[in-house]
């Protein structure tokens, strides 16, 4: 089955990231080898802290630029994964290094866009 990791991060957590970037790198580079080499990976991307948010009101689009640094979390990127079960991406969300600075949200994939 395949899992949308999604990586959270906060001012805290970007701060603590970029003090130690050697070592959470690091971190992040054994647990891709290991994915790569088992198969389980099936991609990802680091994601811009700014973005733009579209809503249609009444056939009119409504454009937001956000969300803002001061927002208490943004998602910092996210990694796909294709494993035998949901235990098995909590435990690599669980060892990704911002789980431990500030969050990892899992979610199935339950279809693809083609």
Do not use: H
């Amino acid at each position: 089955m395949k899992y949308m990791l999604l990586i959270y991060n906060n001012a805290e957590s970007r701060k603590a990231i970029e003090a130690d970037m050697d070592t959470v790198m690091a971190k992040v580079d054994e647990i891709m080898s290991e994915l790569q080499a088992s198969g389980e990976f099936v991609g990802g991307m680091a994601l811009a802290e700014t973005s733009r948010t579209v809503q249609v009101r009444d056939g009119v689009p409504v454009v937001t630029d956000g969300p803002f640094v001061e927002a208490k979390e943004l998602m910092a990127g996210y990694i796909t994964v294709d494993v035998e079960s949901l235990e098995r991406a909590t435990e690599i969300a669980a060892r990704w290094p911002d789980a431990a600075l500030c969050a990892m949200e899992i979610r199935p994939v339950i279809g693809e866009v083609e």
